[in-house]
């Protein structure tokens, strides 16, 4: 009896009693991870990486946006606790038609959007092919133009961060992917990485740490995805045409997509908010990110 009480009590004030978690197999029969918790407008959290997995985002600032909205969280295909397809699609067409079938199977009419990172040109997908599926999207640190956010800033800083200076992309006798990973091995190898993300060098040791529950951990996605060419599309040039309403979250030191990053967006309807931190501001910048999202949900009447 005390716990029907609980409940109903828990229901009476608009809280979630308990997650859900289940398996929801897309039209080409891949098994994707989704979870279910909060209460409010629903909204499904796109991860970055690619193939970071919503894992990280939900435990570090789940708690914040479930007193908000209803939150789904998904691990996309090929990635975390998620099955990988068989010919090997992740197409920007086939990601976005996977959010879509999600939204379907759980009853949603629309749903809000909130991604990090790559998820920006997800998101940009996703509106692009289901352009009445989202009612807002919230970018948080968005690349929306890889190369842009190479030659602009990753480049440029993590040579300065190994004490040289980058000929640029125009002069570089390297493939973009292949100075990344040159750039990038060389960063590991000098214990300097984190400081493409982080303002803090214990909060990378923190975050990797939350990887140690899933020792089955599927990278598919992120050793495959850049073998598509629309992800380099430069998506920066459609944000003109968008008109549902953006929080554009951006910040002083985020060297992955670039401190300037943002001057190049022209969303018509859009909330930019500047912060002084690095890329993951879900666990580094908590209270700027908050108050970010709290605003935006304000102006556009994001309640239920």
């Not at 039209?27 to 991870?33: A, T």
């Not at 499904?44 to 708690?63: C, M, V």
Request: glycine residues 10%; proline residues 3%; charged residues 25%.
């Amino acid at each position: 009896m005390k716990k029907i009480i609980l409940v109903l009590l828990l229901i009476g004030l608009g809280i979630s009693a308990t997650a859900e978690e289940k398996m929801i197999t897309t039209s080409d029969g891949v098994d994707l991870y989704v979870k279910i918790e909060g209460k409010g407008k629903p909204c499904l959290y796109i991860h970055g990486g690619p193939g970071s997995g919503s894992f990280w985002f939900e435990e570090f600032f789940g708690d914040f946006m479930e007193e908000h909205f209803t939150m789904i969280y998904l691990d996309q295909r090929g990635v975390g606790r998620s099955g990988s397809p068989k010919n090997g699609d992740y197409s920007l067409e086939r990601m976005s038609l996977d959010f879509e079938e999600i939204r379907q199977e759980l009853g949603y009419d629309s749903w809000l959007s909130i991604g990090h990172s790559f998820a920006g040109i997800l998101q940009m997908g996703y509106f692009e092919n289901y352009p009445k599926a989202q009612d807002g999207m919230m970018m948080i640190n968005c690349t929306l133009f890889l190369e842009d956010s190479f030659c602009s800033s990753w480049g440029p800083k993590a040579s300065e961060f190994l004490g040289e200076t980058y000929v640029g992309c125009e002069k570089d006798s390297l493939s973009l992917m292949e100075r990344i990973s040159k750039l990038g091995d060389q960063l590991r190898e000098k214990d300097l990485f984190w400081k493409m993300a982080y303002v803090e060098k214990e909060n990378q040791a923190i975050m990797d740490a939350t990887y140690q529950g899933f020792p089955n951990w599927n990278y598919d996605l992120g050793n495959n995805v850049f073998n598509f060419e629309e992800y380099w599309n430069k998506y920066l040039s459609a944000t003109s045409d968008i008109d549902i309403p953006v929080l554009f979250f951006h910040g002083t030191k985020d060297w992955m997509v670039g401190p300037e990053h943002y001057k190049k967006v022209e969303f018509p309807n859009v909330l930019f908010w500047q912060y002084e931190g690095g890329h993951i501001p879900f666990q580094e910048n908590r209270e700027d990110l908050k108050k970010a999202i709290l605003s935006y949900k304000t102006k556009y009447n994001f309640s239920i």
